[in-house]
């Protein structure tokens, strides 16, 4: 009788890397708990080789990689459905090498934002950081265009190591060589590196990283409005955006969110970064506060320098996005336990509930309205108060991160899931389509993508490159 496949595996690594197990944990978004064959938690390179070239001597086997599995919101570790075997990458946690002087390093999926951001205190480098918990993967949420302070992390990464279905390991995009060369990630002929992002293509086992300059000076500038005055408060925002005056992301934390989070209640509030030569900063953050007394729309104006471990802002939100800025991810648990109520190893298992709708809209006054108003509707349907927060990626687009926090009950987890169905419709039917899916809503890949030969195409890809179907988790196939 042939071995299954978890001691075929057991009996050609070394170390403990296989485990028995039929469910996964609670996750925080009360989602189904899909059903698995077994957990791999390889220790090496070569572990997790073994486990994909062993994976094509068992057909029907499907391998669910995730880098830490700290994707909350939108699944956590699940997969999208049952029966495959988990293969988690925290054991591959190496940074490989960093070059402050060029700007870039070489992480593994293990490698945590945290862990990178505190090798690069006291250097001219610093790293595009996220607001989730510093235990996060860096290159995991890369792949998944999450988005940071200075702008959406794919445009961090400029090469990627790919494990392929078989077995077979390719570098794509720009890697250091033996004679120092631009860092630039699409070379010459077709641009493989995005080809990878938010696919089931293959395991991505290191990345290359951009590295950011540390600016001369940083300040963050902070006010308030209320809703009433939303429409002239994001059209001045927009020009603001769109002529430089801001740094980075802009952020707005509406009345929820900040309740959420632990901002000021009632009111919106904005923090927008200004840094880079220390007069220009000066003269920004003057002009910035001018033109907040003469509007008419924003209050409480204030302004803060910013220097690694110097955060001087008034509340948790403030603290932790004034860190951000300047690289420094120390802060992000706080906001992490006072949303959740604890720490980032027991978010999945503690009793308060966490989903995320992650829509891009533009940044026009007509389209926030438009989104409030839908978020209203959900509210009057279903009961669930959302939160939004607003990125402002460009002058143009918006990542509007809408979040919806529960008790875990049975009526409280249906009721989320029932507004975050009605989200994905109300908004997908004004054109507000998500740039990133959770676990129970990867059918709308189709509905969101605007052709089906597009779709078709990649699906053809998918199929001469794992014909096996080994890589599960497609989402966005």
Known sequence: ???????????????????????????????????????????????????????????GTRLHPVSVGYNWGLGSKEDLADGSYLVELQKLNTVRKIDTDQGWAI????????????????????????????????????????????????????????LLPTGKVIRVGWWPSHVETPVYSHGVGPSLVQFFAQSSFGIIT?????????????????????????????????????????????????????????????????????????????QRVSLIKRLCESSQVFTNVTSNPVTEGNYPGPDVIANLVEAAHVGDTSLNDTLLRKTLGAGHTKIDAGGNGWIFFLPLIPFTSDALEMAYQLIDEVHKDTGILCG??????????????????????????????????????????????????????AKWASLVTPGEGERCFVRELKQFIDPNNIISNDRYL
């Open 388 to 441: 939004a927060t607003i990125n402002a990626l460009s002058g143009d687009v918006i990542d509007l991160v809408v979040s919806i926090a529960f008790k875990i009950t049975e009526k409280e987890s249906a009721d989320a899931l029932a507004a975050l169905n009605k989200l994905h419709e109300k908004f997908t039917a004004k054109g507000f389509i998500p740039y990133r899916l959770g676990v129970e809503h």
């Open 206 to 282: 290191a990345g290359v990283i951009k590295l950011h300059n540390r600016p001369e000076s940083t300040n963050v500038v902070r006010f308030n409005f209320s809703r009433k005055l939303l429409s002239p408060a994001i059209q001045l925002l927009k020009k603001w955006v769109a002529n430089g005056l801001s740094s980075g992301v802009l952020k707005i934390y509406d009345t929820t969110a900040n309740s959420t989070y632990g901002g000021s209640d009632g009111l919106y509030t904005v923090h927008l970064c200004v840094d880079g030569l220390s007069d220009d900063v000066v």
């Open 107 to 162: 992480i593994e999926p293990g490698v945590t934002q945290g862990e990178l951001s505190e090798l690069l205190i006291g250097t001219p480098k610093m790293l595009n950081i996220t607001a989730s918990s510093a235990h996060s993967s860096f290159l995991g949420n890369s792949l998944d265009r999450g988005v940071g302070l200075r702008h959406q992390r794919t445009e961090d990464l400029v090469g990627i190591e790919v």
């Open 1 to 59: 009788m042939k071995e299954d496949f978890l001691s075929y595996i057991e009996s050609r690594v070394d170390g403990e890397c296989v485990f028995r197990a039929k469910r996964l944990p609670d996750n925080v978004s009360a989602f189904r708990r899909r059903k698995i064959k077994g957990i791999f938690r390889p220790n090496s390179f070569i572990d997790l080789q073994q486990i994909v070239i062993g994976a094509n001597e068992f057909p």
